[in-house]
Each structure stands twice: as C-alpha cells, then as structure tokens.
C-alpha cells in the first residue's frame, strides 16, 4: 500500500543519540526475508542472568510454567518481586518484550522496566511469548492474554491486587500490551488499570510517512518491520482482513479501554501510528498521554541510556506510573 501523503526528508535526530543510532546501523544485518529468522535469531539476542535482574537483592527472581492458550504448550512466565516491600498486595506490572515479533524472550528489554518498578514497590512478571514465523498469529497474543489471567487468578500467591495490574510493553511488545487490552474487554476477561505502550509496533499496513521517511535510517526501519508483519501475518500483511488483536491500529472501536502512556521517538518508524493511536483513543473519550521525543530513534533510551532525551523519557514514565497509581 502507498501513502499518498507528501513525505519531506527525515527529521533530524537529536545529536546527542545521533552517533549510537549510526553505530547500530553500521552493526545491523537486517533480516532479508521470513526463511532467514530461526536460524539467525538466537545470534541477536543477549543474555541477561538473574543475578542482573535481581538488582543485589531487590528483587528475587523466579521462573514459572503456566497454563499456556488452550491447545496450546505451557506459557514460561519471568516474575521479579520486590524484596523490600512490606504490604500484603501490591500492584504488578505485566510486560510484553521487544523483538518485532520475531526475536527475543522473558528477559529482553526488562531491565528498563525494573527501573520502573522497583522506587514504587511493583510486582514484575514478563511473558515468554510464542515467535513468528514458526508461531503466527494469534499464537503471540493468545500466549500474552493467557499470563494476563494466570497473574490475575494467582494473584493471592503473589502478593498482587489484581485490581491494580497494568500491561506494558515495548515495540513488537507495545502492540501486543494493546492486543490484550482489547482481547479483555471483548471477553469480559481481568480489568487493567493501565496500559503503557513504548514506541509501540501497532500497523501491519507499513505506510505511514514516518515508516517512508526512516527507511534505511532507523534501527527498526521499514524493510525490517515488513519482514517482522510477513512473519506474523504471512500473506495477510498490508492487506484487508487482519484483525485488530494482530494489529491494533485496524481496531474500529478503542472505547473502554483502560488509560494509556504511549511514547515514542519523532525520527523513529513508529511514530505515526503511535500519535495516531493517542488520537484515536481520545476520540473514543479515552484517556491517554502522549510523548513525541525529539529526535530520538527506535529503542534510544535503552541504547543510549545517559543522554539528556533518555533521562526524560525514563522520568516521564516513572511520573505518570505514580500518578496512574495514586488515582
């Protein structure tokens, strides 16, 4: 599909990041076609042990096999509780990993959200979700609802208010946090308090002109994110008939869902269908906050954590959790 929207030259990035984005494309071996992804996959993705995510004893670290999707294998759930917190329940946070569908597991990425969870006391649980293209869709999204409703049906075992769980997620994983908020309101399923959705992957259709503009310059650029849709949508892609809880950015009725934080990068490919997405929750009478990051690219505040753009960002997130948990 092409936009017909005129499509200037790409904003410019913010200078700080811009020579981390120019190394990381100088690194990157985008994937050519779907047939590429298994074998090279587990090349791309580090490890992160759990002595790492324990934060020297903040959290303890466990594993946990679930009940996965009906017909489906079992789920393996990450959960990092806090050790320092002495109330009976607290709030938890669920999240859904980066890797355009394709790449990655439990542990990418979470790092940043144990940043976030630890100043205000929350419960992390991060699921290991089912990869494309040996898994397409609704494989991913199933997985992601199914540990939605294990935290919430366990949620006496872990010292969480399952009235107090907020999905979040981070590319690949942002569309899939909001995947399940509309999978839980059509099926009458858990009620989340929030969602938050950072740079989040919500169009199959590829053509915004942020997606244009970034080819060939963004860390995840258009050429990547259409490998990343063919591997979960196959053919399906770009075309007619797929579904919002593949792709969020079809749904036709955002009403009732639980307020949202979404950020993203202004010279990133995703930037369009996010503003996009804020809007039209609002027009749905939602509540959603929105954050533009000026020149910042996909994934800056993980690969360039100490820049001046990626200290607010990482501040505006932790300010509107504790607002949103304060409500």
């Known amino acids: 599909m092409t936009n017909s929207l005129s499509v200037g030259p790409p904003p410019p990035f913010d200078a700080e990041i811009e020579p981390v984005r120019a190394a990381f494309r100088r690194l990157i071996t985008p994937w050519e076609d779907v047939a590429s992804i298994p074998a090279d996959r587990r090349s791309r993705l580090p490890v992160i042990s759990d002595e790492e995510l324990s934060r020297a004893g903040a959290f303890t670290v466990a594993e946990r096999i679930v009940a996965g999707p009906v017909g489906a294998p079992d789920l393996p759930l990450l959960i990092c509780r806090p050790t320092s917190v002495a109330t009976t329940t607290r709030p938890a946070l669920y999240w859904m990993h980066p890797g355009g569908m394709i790449v990655g597991d439990n542990r990418t990425a979470l790092d940043m959200v144990l940043d976030l969870a630890g100043p205000l006391g929350l419960v992390v649980v991060s699921v290991e979700y089912r990869l494309a293209p040996e898994n397409p869709h609704p494989a991913p999204v199933e997985d992601c609802y199914?540990?939605?409703?294990?935290?919430?049906?366990?949620?006496?075992?872990?010292?969480?208010?399952?009235?107090?769980?907020?999905?979040?997620?981070?590319?690949?994983?942002?569309?899939?946090?909001?995947?399940?908020?509309?999978?839980?309101?059509?099926?009458?399923?858990?009620?989340?308090?929030?969602?938050?959705?950072?740079?989040?992957?919500?169009?199959?259709?590829?053509?915004?002109?942020?997606?244009?503009?970034?080819?060939?310059?963004?860390?995840?650029?258009?050429?990547?994110?259409?490998?990343?849709?063919?591997?979960?949508?196959?053919?399906?892609?770009?075309?007619?008939?797929?579904?919002?809880?593949?792709?969020?950015?079809?749904?036709?009725?955002?009403?009732?869902?639980?307020?949202?934080?979404?950020?993203?990068?202004?010279?990133?490919?995703?930037?369009?269908?996010?503003v996009q997405y804020a809007a039209r929750l609002w027009q749905a009478g939602g509540r959603a906050e929105l954050h533009v990051w000026a020149g910042g690219f996909h994934g800056f505040e993980r690969s360039a954590p100490d820049a001046a753009i990626s200290k607010d960002a990482r501040a505006a997130k932790a300010r509107w959790l504790l607002r949103t948990l304060a409500g």
């Open 146 to 274: 199914a540990g939605l409703q294990w935290i919430v049906e366990h949620a006496a075992e872990l010292d969480v208010d399952p009235e107090r769980v907020i999905v979040a997620g981070g590319s690949a994983g942002g569309g899939l946090a909001a995947a399940v908020t509309m999978l839980a309101r059509e099926r009458g399923g858990p009620t989340l308090l929030a969602q938050m959705l950072f740079s989040p992957m919500l169009d199959d259709r590829n053509d915004t002109p942020s997606s244009l503009q970034m080819a060939g310059l963004d860390i995840w650029d258009h050429q990547m994110n259409a490998v990343g849709w063919k591997a979960l949508l196959g053919d399906a892609a770009g075309g007619p008939n797929v579904p919002p809880y593949a792709a969020p950015a079809r749904a036709t009725d955002l009403a009732g869902l639980p307020p949202a934080f979404i950020d993203v990068g202004s010279a990133e490919t995703f930037r369009d269908e996010a």
